[in-house]
């Protein structure tokens, strides 16, 4: 009777499960959602305390120092004075020494701990979050723009339609230009890497300077040229052609945009500088145009 009662409540359960599948899935997820993320509430609620007592123990550092120093190596250096004048000197020496190497690694650790933790939990931050917000922007692309679009002038909004599809074509051509070039070069060095006899020379492409480690001295010297014939037909030829046709712009204007990014703005600067100098350009050509089309130039 026993095995018959519970063998009925058991199929009964499941039977009620089964029937209100549907209802309870979304709250299975969300408590194996908040059950993984338990550990980063748990790290956000620590992480203030944490920064919080290790800035306490920095802060707080010169004045242990100061105490150990006063309060306890001149005592002890009393002592031995007491007893051994000859040594005491340099064993206080000795101690003091001791104890700033100690205050210095306690301090360094600190901060480098805060840095490391710190710099590790913003890279896990930008690592799970760009794929989230990219998705959304793709799914909503249309959407943004059509609110964007709506938020325009109507005095204005075909000129400024103009000047926003005129940078959107120059960015398209940079960028397909780019990816060509780089499809080009990787295939080229692909193949030159594997024709010298280049383990994983698909893989390790750009990469073959790594070989260093692994003895292959006697393959430096291809590798070398590949990388030099590379350069030269990147920069004189599949940059400017594939590159500087499309968006139109002239290698005194680049050079000019590389320059004055980098000397503002440093690497991130010369990254970006054709990208920039192309915008700014449409937007020189635009302000020419609506010169041209004003009073002041007609008269």
Known sequence: MIVIFWTTIIAT?????????????????????????????????ILPIIYQQITLLINKIPAY??????EIISVVTAQIQAVEPNIANQIKNLIDNLANSIFSLITGVANNIWHYTMATINMFLLLVLIPIIMFYFLRDWTKITNNINNLLPLKNKQKIKKILLAINDTLSAYIRGQLNVCLLLATYYSISLWIIGVDFSVLLGVLSVSYFALGMVDKLFYIAIIYLI??????????????????GLHPVWVIFGVLALGNLFGFIGIFFAVPLASIIKVLFL???????SSRFYKT
């Open 13 to 45: 359960i499941l039977v009620a499960l089964t029937l209100v599948s549907k209802i309870l899935t979304p709250f299975f997820i969300a408590g194996i959602i908040s059950y993984i993320l338990q550990p980063v509430i748990l790290v956000a609620v």
């Open 65 to 70: 120092k100061n105490y150990l120093q006063t």
């Open 230 to 247: 590379g350069g030269i037909v990147e920069g004189y030829i599949l940059t400017p052609k594939m590159i500087g046709d499309k968006i």
């Open 286 to 292: 635009t302000a020419i145009e609506f010169y041209k």
